[in-house]
């Protein structure tokens, strides 16, 4: 089973619609990572959340790390085409210095229709 | 800024010849990676580096050969290539690593396929 859960696994909306994914960790995220992926492209960076309850927002995304630190949500108010991609959500899930590993969720894909 | 920088972009192989995907970085990080990604199966570990010189294998090594002799550079060797090797690799670098809270910084990708 994946440790990162995403959900949906893909999403069509219609322009100017909100909508929100998911990500679901069985174990304490000391660290989770937003990132986005246009097809052909690599994987940009949006936000990172560390502490619990933490939010962040850009232009019209905002992310939010639930108190237990276990689950991820990320919000985008007023959908665009120029959202649509794959939304995949990163994290650390080790307590401790030194560790180097950062497991992903299989990501969401997101269609905006104009 | 370059950010992380992948060569080539695409390139296609004949089971059984060898190539090597370039990655650099000019970031002064120290953590570096390279991922496959395989449809609907997210990015699975081949090979990181927590710093020039020092590297071991992820959870996808095998057919894979990786070196880091300069902070900068971690290029990834295939050799032998095979059909189940057709995939998109990216590589990635963070300054810290995770526990350090740095995110990862991904290349554009190499789209390779190997027939």
């Known amino acids: 089973s994946q440790e990162l859960e995403q959900s949906p696994q893909s999403l069509i909306v219609q322009e100017g619609k909100n909508l929100t994914i998911n990500c679901t960790s069985s174990k304490t995220l000391y660290g989770l990572y937003w990132y986005k992926q246009k097809y052909g492209e690599g994987l940009i960076f949006l936000m990172m959340?560390?502490?619990?309850?933490e939010e962040k927002s850009h232009e019209k995304i905002t992310a939010k790390l639930d108190e237990k630190k276990q689950q991820s949500s990320l919000h985008i108010t007023a959908s665009q085409p120029s959202h649509a991609g794959i939304y995949l959500c990163g994290a650390n899930t080790s307590p401790t210095s030194g560790t180097y590993k950062y497991i992903f969720g299989t990501g969401t894909r997101l269609k905006v229709l104009a | 800024n370059a950010g992380v920088t992948q060569t080539p972009k695409f390139r296609i192989l004949k089971i059984g010849q060898s190539m090597t995907l370039q990655c650099a970085q000019d970031m002064n990080h120290n953590y570096m990676y390279w991922y496959r990604q395989d449809p609907g199966m997210g990015l699975k570990l081949i090979y990181y580096s927590v710093g020039a010189g020092i590297t071991d294998k992820g959870e996808v090594p095998n057919g894979y050969n990786v070196s880091r002799s300069t902070t900068e550079d971690f290029p990834l060797r295939l050799e032998l290539a095979a059909p189940s090797q057709t995939s998109v690799y990216f590589c990635?670098?963070?300054?810290?690593?995770?526990?350090?809270?740095?995110?990862?910084?991904f290349g554009n990708g190499t789209r390779l396929t190997v027939t």
């Open positions: 959340l560390q502490k619990g309850g």
């Open positions: 990635a670098s963070s300054y810290s690593g995770p526990s350090g809270g740095s995110p990862l910084h």
